[in-house]
């Protein structure tokens, strides 16, 4: 009988640009206040990539402390698969660059875009590899600089966002890893929140929402992903055979506190044992579940052998979960 193969996770790395916006800030440029976003969002603070400062840039950082926390080099990685709505470049994608400035020449590299669940997408692809046995040591990034298509003017939007990169090395284990992970699409609600510009629908310069712009319906994205999050939980519990009592960490997309707080009330879960980085990283999108994780097992929250509950919806929609053993 072949032996069952898990994907572990075997170091994590994240990095945020220096610079740091609080709502104070915000406050002086855009009819809002402290008050407001706190009270609405959750959201204290964010960080903003210097001018020249790439989604690449934030990957690179984030993937060399991962690497470093596994204990791997570069050359020994098989797979790279980064999350990203704001890549570097059109092409070559993202992961390409990333992969020639670590040295990792030779393994496949790329991007993968389902707006803020791309972490969870990519950890999903680098798992089904590494079970697969199509690859033994992979690099799964989420990485992005949203603020660079925020209007500042748009108090709706400008205040929600934050620029930031998280990373997690995966290796092949006999014992246990990733268990299981779960993603869903639908491609109907686009207009809800989306980026309307592109290359393939021509850039409309005189348009409005010319340039590249957030849209994004607040509210009813908010109800579909609190709806969307508390189906994919149950299906992630329903599926490995737990009972929500079962999870030592929820480890959720952080766009909004109260987004987190429902999904923690569905799992019957206290706000201790949630990992909350949405207070001073706002919502980084595809880099806010890895920068979350990698903050967690950092502080020493997230100990060896707890069971951890990834999760992550964003434009497309798209939302996901993983079930993992740390
Ligand atoms: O990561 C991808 C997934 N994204 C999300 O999950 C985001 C989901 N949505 C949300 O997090 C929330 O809907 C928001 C934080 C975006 C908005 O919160 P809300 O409680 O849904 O507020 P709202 O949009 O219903 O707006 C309430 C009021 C409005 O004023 P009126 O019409 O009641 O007079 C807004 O104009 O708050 C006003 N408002 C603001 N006021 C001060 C909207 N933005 C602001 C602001 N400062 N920044």
Redesign the pocket.
């Known amino acids: 009988m072949t032996q069952q193969v898990f994907a572990r996770i075997a170091g994590t790395g994240s990095y945020l640009p220096e610079k740091v916006v609080t709502n104070d800030d915000l406050a002086k440029v855009?009819?809002?206040?402290d008050e407001?976003?706190a009270a609405?969002?959750g959201i204290r603070q964010r960080h903003v990539a210097a001018d020249g400062e790439t989604t690449g840039d934030l990957a690179y950082h984030a993937a060399v402390r991962a690497l470093e926390a596994a204990g791997v080099q570069a050359s020994e990685l098989d797979l790279i698969v980064l999350g990203t709505t704001t890549p570097d470049l059109v092409f070559p994608s993202t992961a390409c660059l990333v992969q020639h400035r670590l040295g990792a020449a030779g393994c496949p590299a790329f991007d993968v875009n389902a707006?803020?669940s791309g972490f969870v997408y990519a950890l999903t692809i680098a798992d089904k590899f590494i079970r697969s046995g199509a690859a033994k040591t992979a690099l799964v990034i989420g990485s992005e600089t949203l603020t660079r298509m925020v209007d500042w003017n748009d108090?709706?939007t400008?205040?929600?966002f934050g620029d930031g990169a998280g990373a997690v090395v995966l290796k092949a284990d006999t014992e246990t890893g990733i268990l299981s992970t779960h993603m869903h699409a639908d491609g109907s609600k686009k207009e809800l929140?989306w980026n309307p510009v592109g290359v393939s629908v021509g850039f409309k310069e005189n348009e409005p929402n010319a340039g590249v712009r957030i849209n994004?319906s607040?509210?009813d994205?908010?109800k579909h992903?609190v709806k969307a999050l508390d189906s994919v939980v149950e299906e992630t519990l329903e599926h490995n055979g737990l009972d929500r009592h079962d999870i030592d960490w929820l480890i959720p997309?952080q766009?909004?506190l109260?987004?987190i707080e429902a999904t923690a009330k569905r799992l019957d879960m206290p706000m201790e044992r949630v990992v909350v980085t949405v207070d001073k990283h706002g919502?980084t999108?595809s880099g806010s579940v890895p920068l979350a994780l990698d903050a967690a097992v950092r502080s020493g929250k997230v100990q060896r052998g707890q069971l951890l509950l990834l999760e992550a919806?964003?434009?497309g929609f798209t939302w996901g979960s993983a079930l993992l053993r740390y």
């Open positions: 855009v009819d809002t206040s407001w976003i609405r969002t707006a803020c108090r709706t400008a205040v929600l929140l994004m607040g509210n994205v908010f992903a997309h766009a909004n109260r987004i919502n999108s919806f964003g434009g």
